[in-house]
């Protein structure tokens, strides 16, 4: 069966230091990656989305990179984080033409 | 681009039934999806639907119609664990990216 992992579940960090989350996807081959940002209470705001290996499409211009090094790798990075970059952070995968999208458990980040 | 729109609250009591709505625009379209969430949880799929018509998951049924650029979530027997936010997403017909509704909030009063 497939799994998707997120890290870290939670994380405090001050304006102006770097970000890396990561995400990993088992179980499954050639997944279409996903990363998605929530604000308190608010829907999903889509980021960044990744069809194969090096290919990153933007949804949003921001201070926010993506990177996938490999099949089932999906990282989420920032230089400088702001006060704005703060919320709920989502991966999710979803499988060639199919409309199911399955989501990590997401990382709840602070910006201080 | 898609933009999608939905009730931001709803309310019901336990065993009653709740209609969500979800209107869409689109410059194109693949189909329409729904997914829960817990506070603090991550989204779950529910259901999807392509073409005009109902799909029945259980309690769950959920409704499209594409002429209208509409359709809906409907929750039977409701349950006091269904209290829960409900998005409805849209695939782009030109890509693979979703774009996501900004959700109803569900209140099941006992």
């Known amino acids: 069966s497939q799994t998707i992992h997120q890290w870290p579940a939670t994380l405090v960090q001050p304006v102006g230091s770097p970000l890396s989350l990561e995400c990993t996807v088992e179980?499954?081959?050639?997944?279409?990656l996903y990363w998605y940002r929530q604000a308190a209470g608010r829907g999903l705001q889509l980021l960044f989305y990744s069809v194969g290996i090096g290919q990153i499409s933007s949804e949003v211009p921001q201070n926010l990179s993506a990177s996938r090094p490999q099949d089932r790798q999906f990282i989420l990075s920032s230089k400088k984080l702001l006060l704005s970059d703060s919320g709920f952070y989502l991966c999710?995968?979803?499988?060639?033409?199919?409309?199911?999208?399955?989501f990590g458990p997401g990382t709840r980040l602070t910006v201080l | 681009g898609q933009s999608l729109e939905q009730p931001s609250e709803v309310t019901a009591v336990e065993g009653a039934i709740v209609q969500i709505n979800c209107t869409y625009q689109t410059s194109g379209f693949y189909g329409l999806s729904w997914y829960q969430q817990h506070d603090g949880g991550a989204p779950t799929f529910l259901s999807y639907?392509?073409?005009?018509g109902l799909e029945e998951t259980g309690r769950f049924s959920s409704f499209l119609s594409r002429s209208d650029s509409y359709g809906y979530l409907l929750l039977q027997e409701l349950q006091m664990k269904d209290s829960a936010s409900y998005f409805c997403?849209?695939?782009?017909?030109?890509?693979?990216?979703?774009?996501f509704g900004p959700g109803t909030r569900l209140s099941v009063l006992p």
């Open positions: 997403a849209a695939r782009d017909n030109y890509g693979q990216n979703f774009v």
């Open positions: 179980g499954t081959s050639n997944p279409n």
């Open positions: 999710a995968w979803s499988q060639g033409i199919r409309n199911e999208q399955f």
């Open positions: 639907n392509a073409l005009d």
